[in-house]
């Protein structure tokens, strides 16, 4: 009980759930520290824009898994959305060679002109650990847990 800082764990949510959730947001702190080492170098971090993107990119980031571990489905879709989407444009930049500096946004893209290998192993095991997290979710008894079943938990 040191480390849950006067807080019960909840016990109603299955294994799998608090294993994904565990690793949402290990995924989550480890994009956060890259995404801060990324826009320091590159000297967006020092404008006001670049500052205000990331935090907001990773405030809606940490408030989605937040959602999950409470049993909201709609936070679980839209996260299954982005974790697509993000892939798809890692993929297309990827397989069809598409130089990054060519797209507004580029958060959490692994780049094929990348000279760190830290950073891309790191980017790719957050990536990894946000896909077992979805598998984890997307199991019979996980899914049955979301919606009017966890609306009922939270309520007790």
Not at 114 to 138: A, D, E, K, Q, W
Request: net charge neutral; hydrophobic share 55%; with cysteine.
């Amino acid at each position: 009980m040191i480390f849950s800082l006067g807080k019960i764990p909840d016990r109603t949510r299955p294994h799998n759930v608090n294993v994904a959730v565990k690793l949402l947001y290990t995924a989550f702190g480890i994009e956060l520290v890259l995404g801060f080492i990324d826009d320091f170098l590159t000297r967006d971090l020092f404008s006001f824009g670049g500052l205000f993107g990331l935090l907001l990119v990773y405030w809606i980031y940490w408030a989605l898994i937040r959602l999950i571990g409470h049993g909201h489905k709609k936070a679980l879709v839209i996260f299954l959305i982005c974790v697509v989407l993000n892939w798809t444009f890692v993929l297309s930049v990827l397989i069809l060679d598409i130089p990054v500096e060519s797209f507004a946004v580029s958060e959490g893209v692994i780049s094929p002109l990348s000279s760190n290998p830290l950073f891309n192993i790191l980017t790719v095991s957050s990536s990894v650990m946000n896909i077992i997290s979805l598998f984890l979710l997307f199991q019979n008894s996980s899914f049955e847990w979301f919606g009017p079943r966890a609306d009922a938990e939270r309520a007790n």
